[in-house]
């Protein structure tokens, strides 16, 4: 009986054991698979940390160069008004400051602003004349979605070219901006026009809505006429100059003309190859809406 019962225990006993055996080992191979799996999140939070170290850290370091590129270029700008303009001390310090306060002021960076101001001291203007033009220079640009060192060059060449001053810049920039506004042009051809007819328009004592590439011709002639184009006029009926001896105003030659637009071959004797058909071009529009024209450019104040 008692053999039989321990015999029993035994069974049960081993069988038991057996069964406890496979738990620890279905444990431990659960424990493996939480182990390699933990081992698996582990590698890609390391991947995913160098991840982010890369998109942080590059953005940063861009950013850092950026800003080192941008100082560099500011500093060079200055040196370069600095070395046109002589200015030294308290002056380049007044531009540095300038340069910088449009730089957080407007849509133009310090260096830009730095660019157009050596634009301007190449054009002869010293500290107080840059400091005074440079705020309407970078209104005039921005008038004109142009590039502000290209801006700063042409308003200094018609400024220079007309025998104006910075104190005539703001109502320059309102004809300019009225004038292209109005016209078939832009910023860029204007410029270029008047650097051509400009020294010769200022000498005839015209205003500079008289500029235009084919008018230095034209003025040229009618300054000093030859013996052939003085005979012609004086067939022709026409006298452009006044008492004086200057020049009459451009409206009124177009309408002496205007009897005359058929007469190519006058306007070829006048002003020349180049320049008589762009006048005969311009008498065909009229006096009337050339002094329209006028009008409007005289009652640009405040259009830039």
Do not use: C
């Not at 002496?256 to 005969?280: I, S």
Request: hydrophobic share 45%; aromatic share 4%; no cysteine.
């Amino acid at each position: 009986m008692a053999q039989s019962v321990i015999g029993a225990l035994r069974v049960e006993l081993g069988i038991d054991t057996a069964a406890f055996d496979r738990g620890l080992e279905q444990a431990q191979g659960r424990l493996n698979s939480i182990g390699k799996s933990m081992e698996d999140v582990g590698k890609r939070m390391q991947g995913i940390g160098k991840r982010m170290s890369t998109w942080v850290t590059a953005p940063i370091v861009g950013i850092g160069a950026a800003s080192l590129k941008m100082a560099g270029d500011f500093e060079q700008a200055m040196n370069q008004v600095a070395a046109l303009s002589g200015a030294t001390g308290d002056e380049l310090d007044q531009l540095r400051a300038k340069a910088k306060e449009l730089g957080e002021t407007t849509m133009f960076s310090a260096s830009e602003a730095a660019d157009a101001m050596g634009f301007l001291a190449m054009a002869g203007f010293d500290t107080n004349e840059i400091l005074a033009a440079i705020p309407g220079t970078l209104q005039l640009a921005a008038s004109a979605q142009m590039d502000l060192g290209r801006a700063a060059d042409i308003v200094s060449n018609i400024l220079t070219g007309y025998n104006k001053t910075t104190e005539d810049l703001a109502h320059v920039n309102d004809v300019l901006v009225k004038a292209f506004t109005s016209a078939n042009t832009n910023l860029e051809q204007l410029g270029e026009a008047m650097k051509y007819a400009g020294p010769v328009a200022a000498s005839a004592g015209v205003q500079g809505s008289m500029a235009g590439t084919s008018l230095r011709g034209a003025l040229s002639r009618i300054l000093s006429p030859t013996t052939a184009v003085t005979k012609a006029m004086e067939e022709a009926g026409l006298s452009f100059t006044d008492a004086q001896g200057r020049v009459i105003p451009l409206a009124d030659i177009i309408e002496q003309l205007g009897p005359h637009a058929e007469n190519t071959g006058l306007f070829m004797e006048l002003f020349g190859q180049r320049a008589g058909p762009a006048m005969a071009a311009l008498v065909s529009q009229g006096s009337a809406a050339l002094r329209d024209l006028t009008a409007e450019l005289e009652d640009s104040a405040g259009t830039a």
